[in-house]
């Protein structure tokens, strides 16, 4: 069974600062690995994925994270925060090649503030 | 482009009664699934259906029942409400993985913009 690990339920960064939420993940085969965003009162929706082909993956409104498969990690990284990056954040790992049993598992989230 | 649809948005519940969370997506998708959402715990599925006419257990089922009679269609049935049923509902459809279609996502969840119960 396939895991996340998202150390921390909150993270708080200046605007301009860069901002790192952490995200390890546990499978036995190779995944595919998601972040998702959730704004307040709202649904989630995709920020970037890995889908086995480049390492480094660039999403929307300037994040990307980079796979290390050898530190079983997923970070998310923005080299400069701004205030309408508050949010909450998840990270969710899936199973390549589960056929009928393909879902997500997702990490209990991480709540990002920034401060003027 | 409505995407993934969720009703009601609100809803208030006494104990012990009933109620069904519709889910409705127009975007084909084959998978179609239910979390909930509750501070600190993330999002937990309770089912999820993999096809028309097919459901299945997820991390959190008890207490809860649902049915895919049609594939754009999902729904969420609470039979007799308690207040640990308090939560936030999603939705969500996908395709699966690997994808059957050249150019389908690859695994990728849309989610609805929830449902909030509340559970006295």
């Known amino acids: 069974a396939q895991s996340v690990t998202q150390l921390g339920s909150h993270v708080s960064v200046s605007e301009g600062a860069l901002v790192l939420l952490r995200c390890n993940y546990s499978s036995s085969v190779p995944p595919y690995l998601f972040w998702y965003v959730q704004y307040p009162n709202q649904g989630l929706q995709l920020l970037l994925k890995?889908?086995?082909?480049?390492?480094l993956v660039k999403g929307i409104n300037g994040f990307e994270a980079e796979f290390k498969k050898s530190e079983t990690s997923f970070h998310l990284t923005k080299p400069s925060a701004h205030m309408s990056d508050a949010a909450e954040y998840f990270c969710?790992?899936?199973?390549?090649?589960?056929?009928?049993?393909?879902?997500?598992?997702f990490g209990k989230g991480i709540t990002l503030s920034v401060r003027p | 482009n409505a995407g993934v649809t969720q009703t009601p948005k609100f809803r208030v519940l006494k104990t012990g009664q009933s109620m069904t969370l519709l889910c409705a997506q127009d975007?084909?998708?084959?998978?179609m699934y239910w979390y909930r959402q509750d501070p600190g715990m993330g999002l937990r599925l309770i089912h999820y259906?993999?096809?028309?006419?097919?459901?299945a257990k997820g991390e959190v089922p008890d207490g809860y029942n649902v049915s895919r009679l049609k594939k754009q269609n999902f729904l969420l049935g609470l039979e007799s409400a308690a207040p640990s049923q308090t939560s936030v509902y999603f939705c969500a459809s996908s395709w699966p993985h690997p994808p059957r279609l050249a150019g389908a996502n690859t695994g990728e969840l849309f989610f609805g913009e929830g449902s909030r119960l509340t559970v006295l």
């Open positions: 975007m084909n998708h084959e998978y």
């Open positions: 890995y889908t086995s082909a480049a390492t």
């Open positions: 259906s993999v096809g028309e006419g097919t459901t």
């Open positions: 969710a790992v899936s199973i390549i090649n589960t056929g009928a049993n393909s879902k997500l598992t």
